[in-house]
Each structure stands twice: as structure tokens, then as C-alpha cells.
């Protein structure tokens, strides 16, 4: 794996990030927001794949293009989607078109979906490890970007917490709690990135923390019982918020909240993710009931 300087990532990313608010809207209507965000001073906009979804790199491209500053993450790209050679040379293109803006989050989706397109859903991190592997034998004939992409992985247990931190740059668990981000860091050490998607509320006297929803689902791959942490609700369900007029939630808006400030510190720093609950634009993710979901409250 070509070498990602690490603490430039870090600088990037800031502390806190944007994920998922926009991916069902128009092209045009994207732009403008993701434009919004970068004005606005997120570090990173991070994105989801589903079967009904843009396609991970295309997506991708689109927000890269409409902004100047802001990374641009999958969160994730399914490895069952594509094979290796088409993920590693797409990451490689945006890598070079866009320097240092692009991170590439990889995941084994859930079994459901996975088979719905045909495929065989394997045991996860061995799937994921052989994967990798094949990345790595790809040969990419175009000259090599100025700065690799930095990968990281969907994890949650410990055993893919350990391949994220043994062949990756760090690890993106989706839909977890401050203890659970805590666990993680211990697995993965000081030094990979670590970017939890964590739940937080912005209420009409600021922003908090939000009750922990509680609808059921199979978040965890193979529907077992999932690991410590994890918030319990499926990724493609979609808690209600009422509407409010707001002003905008800018990065420092989210000072104050719970989160772990443990992982606050370099270099284990942590990227928190705010998760938009809505999918209209009208409460996109920076208005008072549209950013929820990034910092699950302990109760």
C-alpha cells in the first residue's frame, strides 16, 4: 500500500464532518450544497452506496468537482460492486484529478443487498483481506497521482479493526456510540485515522445530544447480534425531525457536544461525523432539524 501522509489527512479532515446529506437529491441541487458545506468550514463530505444509490466514484467526481477545498469520502464503496481493479484504478484517477481530497472507504455492505445483485456474501474479513490483496496487485499505467488515496475501512468488530489498522490508514464505523469509538481507538491504536458516523441533534436552543433511536434492524453483516456500541438501527432507515427555523450549524456549533474528547488529541485524532436524518435540501444537514445523528447520547 503506497504511503499516506497521515497527519495532512488529519489537518484535512478536522474534526468534524458532514455524512450522507445529500445523496438523494438532484445533480444540481448536490452541487450547491456540497458548495455550502465547504463555505460553511466542514473538513470532509462523506457518502453511502446502496442498490439504489449513485454509483460510489461517480458520485464521487461530482462532489469533487463542485468544490475546492473539502475531501470527498466514500462511506463506503462496496467491495461487491466492483472488483478490485476497477476500485483501485478509480481511486487512482480521482486521486490525481483531485490531490489530497479524496478518501476511499471500503465495505462488505450487508448480506441482503449483496446477494440481491448475484454474488455470494463470504466471511467479511477474509473477503475484505483478499480484496485488498487484489488492489494491490493491480497495475495502474497512467503516471501515479501526486498523493496516494488514503483508504480506510467499515468496521466495527474487533477483527476488522484490526485489518483496517494492519492494511488500511484507519477505519469508518457507521451508526456508532462515544463507547463504541472509544473501543475502537484502543484496537486501532494512536496513530490510523478513526471516523466514527455518530448521532447528534441540533435543537431550537442549540445543539445537544439526541435520544438514542431505537428502531429495530440488521445493521450488523450476516444479521448476527451486533458488537457493543452500535446503535441498533438500519442504515437505510430514517429517523423523523420536526421543522424548525434555525440558522445554519457551522463545525464550532458542535463544540460543546459529548463527544469522546479523549480522541480529540494528535495524533489519534477523530473525525465525528453528522449524519442527515432527511433527505430534503430544505433541512439539509446544517439546519436545526436536519443535522442529526452524529453522537449518540450515553442514555
Not at 468534524?16 to 470532509?44: D, F, H, N, S
Not at 483501485?88 to 441482503?112: E, K, M, T, W
Request: net charge positive; charged share 25%; hydrophobic share 40%.
Amino acid at each position: 500500500m503506497a504511503i499516506v501522509d497521515r497527519d495532512a489527512l488529519r489537518r484535512r479532515l478536522g474534526r468534524v464532518g458532514v455524512w450522507g446529506a445529500l445523496a438523494l437529491r438532484p445533480t444540481a441541487e448536490e452541487r450547491r450544497a456540497a458548495a455550502e458545506l465547504e463555505r460553511l468550514g466542514y473538513g470532509a463530505l462523506w457518502f453511502g452506496e446502496g442498490p439504489a444509490s449513485k454509483e460510489a466514484f461517480t458520485h464521487a467526481a461530482i462532489l469533487l468537482g463542485a468544490t475546492q477545498r473539502i475531501v470527498v469520502a466514500t462511506g463506503i464503496a462496496n467491495i461487491y460492486g466492483r472488483d478490485a481493479t476497477a476500485m483501485q484504478n478509480a481511486a487512482l484517477a480521482l486521486a490525481d484529478a483531485h490531490p489530497g481530497r479524496f478518501v476511499l472507504g471500503l465495505g462488505i455492505s450487508h448480506a441482503p443487498l449483496v446477494q440481491a445483485r448475484g454474488h455470494d456474501y463470504g466471511q467479511p474479513v477474509t473477503a475484505m483481506l483478499e480484496y485488498l490483496d487484489a488492489m494491490e496487485r493491480v497495475k495502474y499505467a497512467p503516471p501515479p497521482p501526486p498523493e496516494p488515496p488514503a483508504r480506510v475501512l467499515a468496521a466495527l468488530r474487533r477483527r476488522m479493526l484490526e485489518l483496517a489498522r494492519d492494511r488500511t490508514d484507519g477505519a469508518h464505523p457507521y451508526l456508532v456510540t462515544p463507547e463504541h469509538t472509544a473501543r475502537a481507538r484502543t484496537v486501532l491504536g494512536r496513530e490510523p485515522i478513526l471516523a466514527p458516523e455518530q448521532g447528534v441533534g441540533r435543537r431550537a436552543g442549540g445543539v445537544g445530544r439526541r435520544r438514542r433511536h431505537r428502531r429495530a434492524g440488521p445493521p450488523s453483516p450476516r444479521g448476527r447480534s451486533r458488537p457493543r456500541g452500535h446503535s441498533g438501527r438500519h442504515p437505510q432507515s430514517r429517523p423523523r425531525s420536526r421543522r424548525a427555523a434555525a440558522p445554519r450549524a457551522r463545525p464550532a456549533d458542535l463544540a460543546g457536544l459529548p463527544l469522546p474528547q479523549y480522541e480529540l488529541t494528535s495524533p489519534g485524532t477523530t473525525q465525528h461525523l453528522a449524519r442527515h436524518a432527511r433527505t430534503r435540501l430544505s433541512v439539509m444537514p446544517l439546519t436545526a432539524p436536519g443535522l442529526t445523528c452524529a453522537s449518540r447520547s450515553r442514555a
